[in-house]
């Protein structure tokens, strides 16, 4: 899966989760502020992305994510340290 | 005509420089600010229930500036308590500029004779009925000083107008509130919502609710949904009805509720198929004492022998839960800080909202303490939950306020965090699999 591919099923995973419209997730919404994901939102995210990809996402990872475009750059990077 | 209907700046927390301090650093203020931000469905409402097709504005002084020079006919402002002091001073300002200014709300229902000292008519109670006579009797030049809502037929939330969300689109709120049903039964002793909503149970129709929503949806394409009832789940069959029509319509919301929901789990099952993510509980306190005088049926005190059980049977169905505790009761001393950061912590609460017994105007809790002479401020701008207001025989209001303050910064710390982060990974890792 190539970075594209993957940030395509990152976004069909948060849309699915935060059940907001995936043409709205742009890389620079803010995901606290705009989206509204608590810390139960962002770990059904990556519970889900886990899943999806076979990887672990360090929960202190996701604590310094500022932006949707932020979990993006995280799971391809994660994905890419797997390969 | 023209009407401008405002909500008034309002103070959330102590205005203490350390709480000051505290709340803008941290990311968990943030958040609980994100979802009490926004104003309630009352002003929507009345804009919804005005007369013919006069102009209206509805101003949120949290965002926007107020402009006083603004032409209009009439202003209404609507205020809880800790907004009551600017609702005054807007109230000034466009009466001397000749405005004719009203006010409603919770504060000016249960002090009227106050209210009347600022403006020129009062509304008791809730505002769909006596609002559209009032509007008559303004345009006729008779207005009365006084509509009261008793003396009117009772309010029939089946024929409530839809809130006029259009005239508050033009803010990007995260949360927009609306409500489904008014009134609760468990009265309290600190709550003084019984007194404008009654304690009888009512409720819009499921259609009315869901048009609704589709409103909110269709002019706010973040936003979710926050349910401003005071319990949403009162009525078991009205709620599973109303939650049954929410899961094909993909979106997610918060609520209020009491723990009763815990005992049914096919009502969990399907609140989280429905998108609800939190519901906000008050737990009140974990000493079982102070539990025994809050409600007059001693509701609450049932409960308690539950609260970890119910506790967890909730978030394990991936619904988080917001706990909200009361420092001050009568029975607490020293230990009340450690023993709420325990059981918060222990119980891997998603979040937690902690505030100090206040006395608020209309409520059963401050006549007794009047009488008890333990009151130690009137000012309503104090009247945040973040300040300490009253005399208790254990604690000074000074350790109240750092003890608040220390619940706060433990519960909220990264270590913590990162336990519940862990716990609700693997609810969600159990859920999905």
Same mark, same amino acid.
């Given at each position: 899966?190539?970075?594209?591919?993957?940030?395509?099923?990152?976004?069909?995973?948060? @849309?699915?989760?935060? %059940?907001?419209? &995936?043409?709205?997730?742009?890389?620079? #919404?803010?995901?606290? +502020?705009?989206? !509204?994901?608590?810390?139960?939102?962002?770990?059904?995210?990556?519970? @889900?992305?886990?899943? %999806?990809?076979? &990887?672990?996402?360090?929960?202190?990872? #996701?604590?310094?994510? +500022?932006?949707? !475009?932020?979990?993006?750059?995280?799971?391809?990077?994660?994905?890419?340290?797997?390969? | 005509?023209?009407?401008?209907?405002?909500?008034?700046?309002?103070?959330?927390?102590?205005?203490?420089?350390?709480?000051?301090?505290?709340?803008?650093?941290?990311?968990?203020?943030?958040?609980?600010?994100?979802?009490?931000?926004?104003?309630?469905?009352?002003?929507?409402?009345?804009?919804?229930?005005?007369?013919?097709?006069?102009?209206?504005?509805?101003?949120?002084?949290?965002?926007?500036?107020?402009?006083?020079?603004?032409?209009?006919?009439?202003?209404?402002?609507?205020?809880?308590?800790?907004?009551?002091?600017?609702?005054?001073?807007?109230?000034?300002?466009?009466?001397?500029?000749?405005?004719?200014?009203?006010?409603?709300?919770?504060?000016?229902?249960?002090?009227?004779?106050?209210?009347?000292?600022?403006?020129?008519?009062?509304?008791?109670?809730?505002?769909?009925?006596?609002?559209?006579?009032?509007?008559?009797?303004?345009?006729?030049?008779?207005?009365?000083?006084?509509?009261?809502?008793?003396?009117?037929?009772?309010?029939?939330?089946?024929?409530?107008?839809?809130?006029?969300?259009?005239?508050?689109?033009?803010?990007?709120?995260?949360?927009?509130?609306?409500?489904?049903?008014?009134?609760?039964?468990?009265?309290?002793?600190?709550?003084?919502?019984?007194?404008?909503?009654?304690?009888?149970?009512?409720?819009?129709?499921?259609?009315?609710?869901?048009?609704?929503?589709?409103?909110?949806?269709?002019?706010?394409?973040?936003?979710?949904?926050?349910?401003?009832?005071?319990?949403?789940?009162?009525?078991?069959?009205?709620?599973?009805?109303?939650?049954?029509?929410?899961?094909?319509?993909?979106?997610?919301?918060?609520?209020?509720?009491?723990?009763?929901?815990?005992?049914?789990?096919?009502?969990?099952?399907?609140?989280?198929?429905?998108?609800?993510?939190?519901?906000?509980?008050?737990?009140?306190?974990?000493?079982?004492?102070?539990?025994?005088?809050?409600?007059?049926?001693?509701?609450?005190?049932?409960?308690?022998?539950?609260?970890?059980?119910?506790?967890?049977?909730?978030?394990?169905?991936?619904?988080?839960?917001?706990?909200?505790?009361?420092?001050?009761?009568?029975?607490?001393?020293?230990?009340?800080?450690?023993?709420?950061?325990?059981?918060?912590?222990?119980?891997?609460?998603?979040?937690?909202?902690?505030?100090?017994?206040?006395?608020?105007?209309?409520?059963?809790?401050?006549?007794?303490?009047?009488?008890?002479?333990?009151?130690?401020?009137?000012?309503?701008?104090?009247?945040?939950?973040?300040?300490?207001?009253?005399?208790?025989?254990?604690?000074?209001?000074?350790?109240?306020?750092?003890?608040?303050?220390?619940?706060?910064?433990?519960?909220?710390?990264?270590?913590?965090?990162?336990?519940?982060?862990?716990?609700?990974?693997?609810?969600?890792?159990?859920?999905?699999?």
């Amino acid at each position: 899966m190539n970075k594209d591919e993957t940030i395509t099923e990152i976004k069909k995973i948060v @849309s699915q989760i935060t %059940r907001i419209n &995936i043409s709205e997730l742009s890389d620079e #919404v803010r995901v606290r +502020e705009e989206l !509204g994901i608590d810390s139960l939102m962002a770990m059904e995210i990556v519970a @889900s992305c886990e899943k %999806r990809f076979s &990887i672990y996402i360090d929960e202190e990872q #996701v604590f310094n994510i +500022e932006t949707i !475009g932020d979990f993006y750059d995280l799971i391809v990077k994660v994905c890419e340290e797997k390969t | 005509m023209k009407i401008l209907l405002i909500s008034p700046g309002g103070t959330f927390f102590s205005k203490r420089r350390d709480f000051g301090e505290y709340v803008e650093n941290s990311r968990e203020m943030q958040t609980i600010l994100h979802y009490w931000s926004g104003i309630g469905a009352s002003l929507p409402t009345i804009a919804g229930a005005t007369p013919g097709d006069e102009e209206l504005r509805i101003i949120d002084e949290n965002i926007e500036a107020i402009n006083f020079n603004e032409s209009c006919d009439l202003v209404g402002i609507t205020a809880i308590t800790q907004q009551t002091n600017r609702a005054y001073e807007i109230a000034d300002e466009f009466r001397k500029r000749g405005r004719y200014v009203v006010m409603g709300g919770i504060h000016a229902t249960v002090l009227p004779e106050e209210a009347m000292e600022h403006v020129d008519t009062v509304f008791v109670g809730e505002g769909e009925n006596t609002w559209p006579v009032f509007i008559r009797d303004f345009k006729n030049g008779s207005p009365k000083t006084i509509y009261k809502q008793t003396d009117f037929a009772p309010v029939n939330l089946q024929k409530s107008p839809i809130p006029r969300y259009d005239l508050i689109d033009r803010y990007t709120y995260p949360v927009v509130w609306l409500f489904a049903s008014r009134g609760c039964p468990h009265d309290c002793e600190f709550c003084a919502a019984s007194k404008i909503y009654g304690k009888k149970y009512k409720h819009k129709s499921s259609a009315q609710v869901i048009r609704e929503i589709n409103d909110v949806k269709n002019r706010w394409k973040f936003a979710q949904i926050g349910f401003a009832d005071d319990n949403l789940f009162l009525n078991k069959s009205f709620s599973f009805e109303l939650i049954e029509q929410f899961k094909d319509m993909n979106f997610t919301w918060y609520a209020q509720s009491d723990l009763s929901v815990a005992r049914n789990v096919a009502l969990l099952k399907k609140l989280r198929a429905g998108g609800c993510r939190i519901l906000f509980i008050g737990f009140e306190s974990t000493n079982p004492e102070n539990l025994t005088s809050l409600n007059v049926n001693r509701w609450k005190a049932t409960q308690y022998h539950e609260y970890t059980k119910s506790i967890n049977r909730i978030q394990e169905n991936g619904i988080g839960i917001y706990g909200s505790f009361i420092l001050g009761l009568d029975y607490d001393d020293s230990t009340v800080f450690q023993n709420t950061i325990k059981f918060i912590n222990e119980n891997n609460l998603l979040g937690a909202q902690i505030t100090i017994l206040t006395p608020l105007p209309g409520s059963r809790l401050r006549m007794r303490l009047e009488k008890e002479n333990r009151i130690i401020s009137n000012d309503w701008q104090l009247y945040t939950g973040w300040n300490a207001l009253i005399r208790h025989k254990n604690l000074s209001p000074e350790a109240l306020e750092d003890g608040l303050l220390e619940i706060y910064h433990n519960v909220y710390n990264r270590d913590n965090y990162r336990k519940r982060a862990a716990y609700f990974r693997r609810i969600c890792q159990n859920l999905i699999n």
